[in-house]
Nanobody
């Protein structure tokens, strides 16, 4: 299984970014997919998840600002991030539990700064 995240970058507070995660090596459409993030000096934390049935869950600190979605045809996971705050600065990772193993992509860096 491979997860390839992209779309990170430098954005000003209040701005938007869209992250993508291309998956391969698994039957993408049947798995719950997750986004996590890890800020400098902090533990990795869950941001959002989307199930096979497209049920979505969000961490309280991103509710109303971030939207998780998926395209099963292209086997791609997305995270639309709006109203970004400096506290959102982190490396963002896509994740899937595959055969009982938590599998991670390489991460994409999001920096929110003026």
């Amino acid at each position: 299984v491979q997860l390839q995240a992209s779309g990170g970058g430098l954005v000003q507070p209040g701005g938007s970014l869209r992250l993508s995660c291309k998956a391969s090596g698994l039957n993408f459409k049947i798995f719950t997919m997750n986004w996590y993030r890890q800020a400098p000096g902090k533990e990795r934390e869950m941001v959002a998840s989307i199930s096979q049935e497209h049920d979505r869950n969000y961490a309280d600190y991103v509710k109303g600002r971030f939207t998780i979605s998926r395209d099963n045809v292209w086997r791609t996971l997305y995270l639309q991030m709006n109203s970004l705050e400096p506290e959102d600065t982190a490396v963002y990772y896509c994740n899937v539990i595959y055969r009982g193993i938590s599998t991670w992509g390489q991460g994409t860096l999001v920096t929110v700064s003026s």
